[in-house]
């Protein structure tokens, strides 16, 4: 079964890093991936890693934030550098079977809150 928790996020200046972190239970051979949520907007993707580590990240956050797995435990971590008041949303994990998509497809976590301060 798919689990999924996501964990590290909180209040940090514009500048500043964050690394977040997505506990995966039963995603082997998943595609994963992080999703941002501004309260009354879409969930919009942020990076995507699939089982062969290839990456996809937003334009907006290319340059700035690194998606990344831990295949022993799983975990899938974002780091996120050089923040901006623009990044502040709620983000997911998300885990899916790779070629699956849309933007509601697979398995979600709750979320973590990300507030940057400028």
């Known amino acids: 079964q798919v689990q999924l928790a996501e964990s590290g996020g909180g209040l940090v200046q514009a500048g500043g890093s964050l690394r977040l972190s997505c506990a995966a239970s039963?995603?082997?051979?998943?595609?994963m991936a992080w999703y941002r949520r501004v309260p009354g907007k879409q969930r919009d993707m942020v990076a995507v890693l699939t089982p062969g580590d290839t990456t996809i990240y937003a334009d907006s956050v290319k340059g700035r934030f690194f998606i990344s797995r831990d295949n022993a435990q799983p975990t899938v971590y974002l780091q996120m550098n050089n923040l901006k008041p623009e990044d502040t949303a709620i983000y997911y994990c998300?885990?899916?079977?790779?070629?699956?998509?849309?933007?509601?497809?697979?398995?979600w976590g709750q979320g973590t809150q990300v507030t940057v301060s400028s």
């Open positions: 039963g995603t082997h051979s998943m595609t």
């Open positions: 998300n885990a899916r079977r790779p070629g699956t998509v849309g933007p509601l497809a697979g398995h």
